[in-house]
């Protein structure tokens, strides 16, 4: 052993600093000693843990190794050792290959890692993945493969949810348009017309400005009960009371109230044959629907005939409006039931009165259509079941 009891101060610390930097060496390489030991015998391990399948291949497509578990292996017909050195596109349905040759393609162009998806039918089922690729060098490629389905799916509903949100405010805006102002248009009668029954002494003016008011205090009620019934048939509390119906007393009723409401020089008739005809239904709701068609009926008929009845089928009954009117064009007859389907936005009416007769006929069982052409008129069919 060296002695240092000769040694001079300047001696000494010359001495020390030298074993602090041996230390110093030794140190540096201990971590790096251990963490190669720590690569050798886990690395293998962390990889088999991974979930997604780690494919590496060269830019022709050619399988050069599987570096994950042979677990996470999804391509269906193949096994780990069968898929080294096989062709991505021996191995994948051609629309899947397509999307990982591109990827590739861009990977190869850019040196930058990529993303992109594909389907594949696992099981029966179809599965949607995620591949990311990363350059290896300037000859490989590393392809990273996760199943996202549930991912996938999760997107999928939380994109309805965003398009049904979109949906919904658009029929709010709509509705606020709309309700602004067929809601104001009557109270402006009602209120104008009020004021001028107070300040007129003709007898005649004020029996013809208090049918203008009841006519707008009734439009403004069948707007609010359409309201309500729509917002109660949504939220299901509506009520039906489902019992044999007789249609010929409500169809006498009708025609009595709508014979009145008809343009000069045009006929409301009430086909025979409806006499023994009972289905099964609620009373109020089936006389809502066929008023409603029924006032759409006379709202566009300015001349000729408006037919209303039923025929009986085998185990239902088909009902009819069927006017010589305006006819419905062909664009307008595809939305003409979905809420503010409107005939004419320049006659009034709030376009929710066929999107309630469209619901109340569901609920009761049945269904409706239309038969129509422009300019010679249109036919409203529904169905409900047959009592007796």
């Known amino acids: 052993m060296e002695h240092y009891e000769n040694k001079t101060k300047e001696e000494l610390l010359k001495i020390i600093n030298q074993l602090e930097s041996e230390v110093e060496s030794l140190s540096s390489r201990l971590p790096s000693s251990r963490q190669k030991r720590f690569r050798d015998k886990y690395c293998t391990r962390i990889l088999d843990a991974l979930p997604d399948m780690l494919t590496v291949f060269d830019h022709n497509g050619d399988i050069i190794e599987l570096a994950s578990s042979p677990a996470t292996n999804h391509v269906e017909g193949t096994t780990a050792t069968s898929i080294i050195h096989s062709n991505i596109k021996d191995i994948i349905p051609e629309e899947a290959y397509e999307s990982v040759r591109q990827n590739m393609e861009k990977v190869i162009r850019t040196k930058q890692s990529s993303t992109s998806r594909h389907n594949l039918t696992v099981n029966g089922a179809i599965h949607h993945f995620e591949n990311r690729i990363f350059p290896l060098g300037n000859e490989y490629l590393l392809c990273m493969c996760r199943d996202i389905s549930q991912q996938w799916e999760t997107e999928k509903a939380l994109d309805e949810a965003r398009i049904k949100a979109e949906e919904a405010d658009r029929l709010k805006s709509a509705f606020l348009a709309n309700m602004s102002h067929e809601i104001r248009t009557p109270l402006n009668s009602i209120v104008g017309f009020s004021q001028l029954i107070a300040t007129s002494n003709n007898l005649e003016e004020k029996k013809q400005y208090s049918a203008i008011i009841e006519k707008n205090s009734e439009l403004l009620l069948n707007l609010f ?29 009708l025609e009595q109230q709508y014979n009145s409401k ?26 809502q629907v066929i008023s409603n068609l029924l006032s759409n009926a006379t709202k566009f008929t300015i001349k000729g005939e408006i037919h209303f009845g039923c025929q009986e089928k085998e185990n239902f ?58 300019k010679k008129g249109t036919t409203f069919y529904f169905t409900l079941p047959k009592a007796y």
């Open 317 to 374: 009954v088909e009902f009819y409006v069927k006017d010589s009117g305006i006819g419905i064009p062909a664009q307008k007859a595809a939305t003409i039931f979905e809420r503010f389907g409107k005939i004419n936005n320049f006659v009034q009416g709030t376009g929710l009165g066929l999107a309630l007769c469209r619901m109340l006929v569901e609920r009761m069982g049945g269904r409706i259509w239309l038969r129509s052409q422009e």
């Open 225 to 253: 009960s359409n309201i309500l019934d729509l917002s109660a048939l949504e939220s299901g509390s509506l009520k039906f009371k489902i019992h044999p119906i007789r249609l010929l007393e409500i169809c006498i009723q």
């Open 262 to 287: 008809t343009h000069d020089g045009v006929k409301l008739i009430l086909d025979d044959g409806i006499a023994s005809t009972y289905v099964l239904g609620d009373s109020e709701r089936v006389t």
